[in-house]
């Protein structure tokens, strides 16, 4: 499948979302806030933890959780980075190849926390961005089925 039939094959999923918008726009927030933070291989169980304990759309928590891909994550973990370290002022050499929490654990407690941190205020932004795009998107999904019924 190449990278455009994956994009069209994610838009479609996204638009049979049931919900009302914000049950739907809590969830895509959840995720895409998730999918910043460093916690590879876990991101979608914490997503659909997240999204139970807030009542959000555990299937749009779990579409949200795909903002992290193999292009972003060593950015979303090289900017984890960098934030929580510059807010525990604590330092280990860093790469990119650590691919997991688990790989990060290797490092030392203090550099996963710093770096789980840093993820936490780096997801911030984005969850809420995802949460009004999501939001307005499907407002103008949803007038537009009553609109044709």
Known sequence: MNPREK??????????LNGDPHYVA???AIGVFVSVTPTIPFH????LALAFILRGSKAAAAIGVWFSNPLTIPLFYKGSYEVGVSI???SAPFSTEYESILE????GADVTIAM????????????IAAYFITHRI????????????
């Open 116 to 127: 789980i941190t840093g993820g936490i205020i780096l997801g911030i932004l984005p969850g």
């Open 26 to 28: 809590l969830g895509m």
């Open 7 to 16: 994009i069209q094959q994610f838009i479609t999923r996204s638009k049979q």
């Open 138 to 149: 499907f407002i103008k999904l949803r007038l537009r089925k009553k609109s044709r019924i």
């Open 44 to 47: 979608t169980a914490t997503a």
């Open 104 to 107: 990060l654990l290797k490092l």
């Open 88 to 90: 525990f002022g604590n």
